[in-house]
């Protein structure tokens, strides 16, 4: 299905019944990466998988900024007039739901982020020389933003009111203390490392996220 919302076209996924959750996907990917964890949580979720802007089906954009993704997500929710949806963020995803979260904070039920960043810098530094040499190569603005932004402030962090779970893989290439960081300024915010795994391989085509989601958002 398609949507626009922000001055663009949103593709997106819909599945299941019951309360929604809005999942998005990480850089370079799209909504095909949840197929599995939202066949999982479709037992208990209305589950929408949208395509962020200049990724899969949707409208494709010159430049890419978190804080227009932000928006985009907060149009979609309240276009489709979903009522306190549960938010589910990876990676790039996760940064929006944390700005969605700081600037909205009446919007949503609850935020679970995975591998979100607060600045470049969260990024370890083989993955981020990786970044700014595929930068060169890459037409779309997809490794620019990431070289760019974010510039997640602690106040933002202490903006967000809803229940909040930060997750990351043991061998995530966001850097650790970035990730304690979040879980430790936003209020009430809980930590999962995910052992054995990393940035991706706990939530890409699996159901592992789907089971911590189920495990922490009560029925």
Known sequence: MDIAVNGVRI???????????????????????????????????????????GHGRS??????????????????ITRLGLEKPVYYGFSDGGVTGLI???RH???LSALIVSGASLRPDSTKDLPLRFFRL??????????GIMLREPDITDDMLRAI???TFV???????????????????????ELKIFPDTGHGGYIM?????ADYILSVIPE
Not at 61 to 67: A, M, P
Not at 134 to 143: E, F, I, T
Not at 169 to 188: N, S, Y
Not at 205 to 209: C, K, L, P, V
């Open 11 to 53: 593709y997106y996924e819909k599945t299941g019944a019951g309360r929604p959750l809005v999942m998005a996907h990480c850089n370079s990917m799209d909504h095909k990466i949840f197929r599995r964890a939202a066949g999982a949580l479709s037992r208990r979720f209305t589950v929408y998988c949208p395509d962020t802007r």
């Open 59 to 76: 409208e494709n954009v010159k430049t890419l900024h978190y804080e227009d993704m932000a928006e985009d997500m907060y149009r979609f």
């Open 100 to 102: 969605l979260a700081a």
């Open 105 to 107: 904070p009446d919007l």
């Open 134 to 143: 595929w930068s060169h190569v890459d037409r779309s603005d997809k490794m």
């Open 161 to 163: 009111s809803v229940p």
């Open 167 to 189: 997750t990351a893989g043991e061998r995530d290439l966001i850097k650790e203390e970035h990730t304690r960081h979040i879980a430790a300024t936003v209020p009430g915010a």
């Open 205 to 209: 085509n699996s159901t592992r996220i």
